[in-house]
């Protein structure tokens, strides 16, 4: 079917669509969780041993000046993976609703694995002065086209493979990938600060860790991206879009097609996703740089190991709830689900000052360590709640033929506006305005979020396979 097709045609059978739904039966569920649910764990892992460096290592390593302009301009390159993950979803999903999303999948993996490594060799700016920021921009910004092509890549390969009333649980298991991702990440740095003796609040660049240990979670990346081709590279192709493409419904530009026909449901994905990155990128990078700034930064002077083991409790209540979120959105639909939580985090926001104030809190030494981990458990249960049935309710708002485009878009559109200026928002603010305006950041990203919600259609009882028409 040339590009002319109509992807939003309203279905006008169900009997087509149960047909398409119980091939889904065949296909080896084991084989698809894997495969969905490593490959997102290793772009993950990725990712977050990046943000972990950001915050504790990189402004020392990478940058010149005081400690609150190194931060800032650490937060900054953070950030450039952001702008770069909306080009890597329409690289990327170009392929992967023209080709298929087996190929495209097995091409991310490696753009983000590289890049990941390559970060692992590079030199510092006492070694080559201005090059080295950037050198470590760039592969950055590597770093985000991968996980950009990344994501949507996966829950297509979940979400288009479930049974039916049972979408968002199967989708939920890439979601998953990033708690574990998180916990790989951060564990690995736990135990080599660890190992290292290594001291956040005396840092000294002659010291084992700064010189090489913080290399060894980069490096060590490619041996996970073995394990995620290998796992990929025995995955099938979709049931829905091996159908779709059996119809010629192929569209020559996926990119152009879906911003000419379904360009109001990548507004509302993108602010749908609004309040969840926040709140993660809130709960994860800028909180780490709060806890173990000094006075100069606005923080609160806590040691790097403790906290961290604190980030690492609480992000089992994130891997929790994905699932119990994924039940929730089938049992109650995706739009009622997701205002009772994001309304909740929006509260959860204005309770910024009361959690996090240096008064309330205290500091260094004296840090009240059980409210700490309340905060981060509560924050991180929120997480799971609206993270996980992401991966179902994005994907359900395309059509077949630009659904990888249009559900990475949308995604990753998200990430610049949620993710990208957070940490750095946040850091200003709090330098500026102090914490509670960090919360009534987040409650206003969540406001965003509620309206977007409210404009969107329920997809719950949505098929995943769209019938096309001609205009």
């Not at 089992?316 to 049992?331: E, R, S, W, Y």
């Not at 969540?446 to 977007?452: H, M, N, P």
Request: no cysteine; net charge neutral.
């Amino acid at each position: 079917m040339p590009a002319s097709v109509e992807p939003s045609a309203p279905e006008t059978s169900s009997q087509p669509h149960a047909a398409v739904d119980e091939s889904h039966s065949n296909i080896p569920r084991h084989r698809i969780i894997l495969a969905s649910l490593i490959g997102t764990t290793i772009e993950f892992y990725d990712f977050y041993i990046y943000a972990t460096a950001a915050v504790s290592i990189f402004p020392l390593l990478f940058f010149y000046g005081d400690e609150g302009s190194a931060l800032l301009a650490s937060m900054a390159t953070f950030g450039a993976a952001f702008v770069a993950r909306p080009l890597g979803a329409i690289i990327f999903g170009h392929y992967g609703d023209k080709v298929g999303r087996k190929a495209t999948l097995v091409g991310a993996l490696l753009t983000m694995g590289i890049a990941t490594f390559l970060i692992g060799l590079l030199p510092t700016y006492q070694q080559i002065g201005l090059w080295a920021p950037a050198l470590l921009t760039i592969l950055r910004f590597s770093q985000g086209l991968g996980l950009g092509g990344e994501w949507s890549g996966a829950a297509l390969l979940a979400s288009e493979t479930a049974r039916p009333g049972k979408r968002a649980q199967a989708a939920m298991w890439p979601q998953l990938g990033a708690p574990f991702g998180f916990i790989l990440a951060n564990g690995l740095f736990l135990v080599l600060a660890t190992a290292f003796s290594y001291d956040s609040t005396a840092s000294d660049l002659t010291d084992p860790f700064l010189v090489w240990g913080w290399r060894l979670p980069f490096l060590l990346s490619v041996i996970m991206v073995g394990v995620g081709l290998y796992v990929r590279l025995r995955i099938e192709e979709t049931p829905v879009f091996a159908k779709a493409m059996a119809s010629n419904e192929r569209v020559k530009a996926p990119i152009g097609e879906v911003f000419r026909r379904n360009w109001w449901e990548i507004i509302l994905g993108t602010f749908i996703m609004l309040a969840t990155y926040g709140l993660f990128y809130l709960m994860t990078t800028w909180v780490l740089s709060y806890a173990i700034g000094s006075g100069e930064t606005g923080g609160l002077g806590y040691g790097y190991q403790d906290f961290l083991v604190l980030q690492l409790i609480a992000i089992v209540f994130f891997a929790i709830f994905v699932p119990v979120a994924g039940k929730l959105a089938d049992k109650f639909g995706r739009r009622p689900m997701l205002i009772v939580v994001t309304v909740a985090i929006m509260l959860f926001g204005l309770s910024f000052g009361f959690w996090l104030s240096a008064d309330s809190m205290g500091t260094g030494d004296d840090l009240n360590v059980w409210q700490m981990l309340i905060f981060l458990a509560v924050g991180m249960t929120l997480m799971g709640l609206t993270f996980g049935p992401m991966s179902a309710v994005l994907p359900e708002l395309f059509p077949t033929n630009t659904r990888y485009t249009g559900s990475g878009v949308a995604y990753n559109a998200a990430s610049i506006l949620g993710a990208a200026l957070t940490p750095f928002v946040a850091a200003w603010l709090v330098q500026n305005y102090g914490v509670a305006a960090v919360g009534l950041y987040l409650a206003g990203l969540g406001a965003l979020t509620v309206i977007a919600l409210v404009l969107a259609p329920e997809t719950s009882k949505k098929s995943l396979y769209t019938q096309a028409s001609a205009d």
